[in-house]
Every structure is written in C-alpha cells, then in structure tokens.
C-alpha cells in the first residue's frame, strides 16, 4: 500500500535532527512554535536544490539529505550565527520508501552533529525539489557580513576549494581518476561538504567580512570585496589545493577549479591586521584548516597574481594580461 502524506511524514519527518529544548511545538501543528533566547537576532537563510540542476538524476539520497542542509549551514557559518532550526519543503516524484530512510539519514545526521531540530515544512508531489530554511542566532548586532572588510585586510579560505567541482565531475562521469583513494576523496566532497559552522563562531569580533564559496572562490571573494567597496587581490601560489585534486587534473587545472569551480561550501573570509594575531590564537590553522590567500585592496576588482604577473580569470579558464 503506497504511503500517505501523513504516514510520510510520521515517519520520516516527524522526529528528524535533534530535539531541542527551544522548540515549544514542532512537527505536526499548522506552525512551529519557537523561543529565541533573549539578546539574540534571529539570522534566516533558505536554498532549494532541484535535480538536474544541483545535482545529477541519481544521486544518493543520502548526499542529497545532507547537502540540503550543508549549504544552509554553510550560510549561516558565513554570519557567525549558531544554527537552530530547519524547516523543509519537499516536492517528490513517488513516495519511495527507500529513498525517504537514505534522504532522511543524510539530513538526520547532519542535522544532530549541529544540534539542527527540524520543526516542520511541507510535502507535495512533483519533480524532485528541496529546499530547507534555516534559522539561527547570533548576539545582538555580532553578525558577520560581507561588507565591513578595508583595503589592507588579509583574505583567507577554509578547506581545499576546487574539489567538489572535481567530485561533481566524477558524478557525472565527466572526469576519469586513477587512484581510487582520490576519486573517492573527491567525490566526497562534492556530496558530503563540510559547513564551516565553528569557524563561523570563532570569526565572530574577528574578521570584517565574510563570504560562504558556493559560486567559485574568485567570483564570491570578488562579492566579499565589491560588498565592502573595495577590490582583491589573490596570490595564486598561495591557494590551497588537495593532493588529490592535483593528482586528479594537474596543478594549473587544479588552481583554476580552485578559483572558478563552485559548490565548495568553504568560508572565505578578511581579517584585519590589528585582529591577526588574535586571529591565530584563537582560530589555529591545524584545528581550522584555513589558509591566507591574498588581501583587500583599494582598486577594484578580483585579480589573481602569479609572481610578477596579473592573472584575469574567467570561467573559461586563465587569461594572461600584464
Ligand atoms: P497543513 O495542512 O497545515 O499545511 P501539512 O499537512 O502540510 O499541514 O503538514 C503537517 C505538519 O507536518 C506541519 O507541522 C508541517 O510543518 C509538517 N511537515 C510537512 N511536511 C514536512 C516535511 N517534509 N518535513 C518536516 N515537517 C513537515
Ligand atoms: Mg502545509
């Protein structure tokens, strides 16, 4: 007998992610009823992700549950803000019951590791769809933005940025690896990405802005910068890239799917040079992952320098100039 509505999200939705003891009601009522602790702004983000469009026909269900919500946190990472709650608005083709346990897993467990309650949503049927909105807080008026960084101030990214293009690739078997290990890796990080969450926290009075990478790290530090009206300059030895991605497609390939590859889910960040030192104690690189990149500068635009060079980059690759 094919599952109802209600038994789907009994089942599947009802207790999903962790319980916690702000949720005054959740799942099941026509609203969720929730307490926001006193001091606090509520900071608000959603993202849907459509089949075909973010990721391929055939996904795990698994990735697709934990990246719904990875890019959500992801944002909410790039605010500074502690995340609380999800809402999900699911379209689905059939109620598969298969599909529904993996989905719900991928959701599920991301969603305890951050302490994330699911407290309602929506299900129809249609053409596979999700979105999730998440909601989080930061202490009044300590939220991170993308627009109080000056010119002078370092930049930096979390992770090894570039690799998720390579794993999304490998999905849609447009790129053949040899080592198994690496595929693996970066296949991984294309469907299991990391939001920067306690990164996020710890930038808090730190950095002057920040950006979460979703669109490429170029493209979106060159957001970061235009948001603090100034311009940015990127070494492009200093860019880190995996061992894997560098085996997978060679070293300038690998520096260009690092600028220009997208869906990293990375944090890209400006610190000012009064904060740096306080930077490094409390944000250490061994825990963190992060590496400098570069520095705002008073010029605008996003430039990558190679030595005594400037790079222009474009989403065709590099293009020499100067
Ligand atoms: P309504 O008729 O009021 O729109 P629904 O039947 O859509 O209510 O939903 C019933 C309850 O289940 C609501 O609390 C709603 O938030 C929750 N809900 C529906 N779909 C989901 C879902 N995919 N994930 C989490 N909660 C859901
Ligand atoms: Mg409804």
């Known amino acids: ?26 799942v099941g009522d026509d609203g969720a009823v929730l307490e926001c602790p006193p001091g606090s702004q509520l900071v608000a983000a959603i993202d849907t992700l459509v089949e075909e ?6 996904s795990p269900a698994r990735s697709i549950g934990h990246r719904a919500l990875a890019v959500n946190l992801s944002d909410l990472a790039a605010m500074g803000a502690k995340p609380a709650w999800a809402l999900l608005a ?24 951050h302490e994330v309650a699911l ?11 999700v979105t999730v909105q998440i909601m989080g807080f930061v202490p009044h008026g300590a939220a991170l933005t993308r627009r109080g960084g000056q010119p002078g101030d370092e930049v930096f990214v979390s992770g090894t940025p570039g690799d998720s293009a390579a794993g999304l690739m490998l ?13 693996q890796w970066l296949l991984e990080r294309f469907r299991y990405p990391t939001p920067r969450v306690a990164l996020g926290l710890a930038l808090r009075g730190l950095a002057s802005a920040c950006i979460d990478v979703s669109d490429g790290l170029l493209g979106d530090c060159g957001r970061l910068a ?28 690998a520096r260009e799917l690092a600028l220009t590859g997208g ?6 960040f400006s610190v000012p ?9 409390r944000c250490p690189a061994a825990q963190f992952g992060w590496s400098r990149i570069g520095a705002l500068r008073s010029q605008r635009g996003a430039v990558v320098q190679r030595g005594a060079s400037v790079m222009q980059v474009s989403h065709r690759g590099f293009d020499h100039f100067g």
């Open 1 to 26: 007998m094919p599952l109802s509505e209600f038994d789907l999200i009994r089942r599947f939705f009802s207790d999903c992610g962790a319980q916690r003891a702000d949720v005054v009601l959740g």
């Open 53 to 58: 469009v973010h990721f391929p026909k055939g």
């Open 90 to 113: 699911l379209a689905l083709p059939a109620a598969d019951e298969d599909w529904l346990a993996q989905f719900r897993q991928g959701l599920d467990a991301l969603a305890q590791q």
């Open 119 to 129: 407290v309602g949503g929506d299900t129809t049927g249609g053409k596979l769809c």
């Open 171 to 183: 999905e849609q078997s447009r790129l053949s690896v040899a080592d198994a290990g690496h595929a």
């Open 226 to 253: 235009e948001a603090s009206g100034c311009g940015v300059s990127l070494d492009y030895d200093s860019l880190p890239v995996s061992a894997a991605l560098r085996a997978a497609v060679g070293e300038e390939r």
């Open 263 to 268: 869906e990293d889910y990375e944090l890209c």
């Open 273 to 281: 040079a009064a904060q740096l030192e306080q930077f490094v104690a």
